[in-house]
């Protein structure tokens, strides 16, 4: 149902493959965006292909988002994206 997401977007298609490439890799990613409109667009994509993920965006509380930090930070974590806005980078984050 949600394949449409990838096929019609040829970004989506490239970061298809490079997500792909560095979850087999054991990586970890940080996407930065601008939009938080993307932001969302990214979160029906890691629903889809069942990535564990944390996001922040300007929105977000201090607590809630010095948890989620400290829990894709962990060696142990099962988190492998963290989506970010420009916004939320500018509130003192240290990754």
């Known amino acids: 149902e949600g394949e449409h997401l990838v096929e019609n977007s040829y970004k989506l298609r490239v ?12 990586n970890r990613v940080l996407i930065f965006s601008q939009m938080t409109r993307v932001l969302d667009i990214l979160e029906d994509y890691c629903w889809f292909r069942m990535h ?4 922040i965006d300007g929105g977000i509380a201090g607590e ?3 948890t989620m930090i400290e829990d894709f930070m962990h060696d142990d974590s099962d988190k492998f994206l963290f989506l970010l806005s420009t916004r939320a980078g500018g509130l003192g ?3």
Do not use: F, G, I, W
Not at 15 to 26: I, P, T
Not at 52 to 55: F, M, S, T
């Open 93 to 95: 984050l240290n990754l």
């Open 15 to 26: 970061l298809d493959k490079l997500l792909e490439k560095a979850k087999n890799e054991s």
């Open 64 to 66: 809630v988002r010095e």
């Open 52 to 55: 564990k993920y944390c996001r």
